[in-house]
Nanobody, 128 residues
Framework: QVKLVESGGGLVQPGGSLRLSCAAS????????VGWFRQAPGKEREGVSC????????YYADSVKGRFTISRDPAKNTVYLEMNNLKPEDTAVYYC?????????????????????WGQGTRVTVSS
């Protein structure tokens, strides 16, 4: 049974930090590309960051470059998203997803339609 569970969200002031976790069961994250996506009220789900399984490459949306960092802990079968210098526009429900097939097109990494498994999301609210 494949299951992804996000945690770590909450209410934080602008400039603050949070670390989101995505814990997996039923699959080994080391063998999958893992992506973080977010969806704000009234908006489409957008790619935030992803981590390749093959070579460890990471990718970030322009809006979060320099502020967010994706990482893995194979021993815990968990992927993290460290979020620093949070802004109100970061407010959203954050989801982690994993791929079923290897990606061959770089545009796939930030395309939610290319991910097969999803967690239920964790809410992040950035407000003073």
């Amino acid at each position: 049974q494949v299951k992804l569970v996000e945690s770590g969200g909450g209410l934080v002031q602008p400039g603050g930090s949070l670390r989101l976790s995505c814990a997996a069961s039923g699959l080994t994250l080391d063998y999958h590309t893992v992506g973080w996506f977010r969806q704000a009220p009234g908006k489409e789900r957008e790619g935030v960051s992803c981590s390749e399984s093959s070579d460890g490459s990471t990718y970030y949306a322009d809006s979060v470059k320099g502020r967010f960092t994706i990482s893995r802990d194979p021993a815990k079968n968990t992927v993290y998203l460290e979020m620093n210098n949070l802004k109100p526009e970061d407010t959203a429900v954050y989801y982690c997803g994993t791929s079923l097939w290897p990606f061959t097109d770089r545009s796939d990494y930030m395309n939610s339609g290319r991910y097969a498994f999803w967690g239920q999301g964790t809410r992040v609210t950035v407000s003073s």
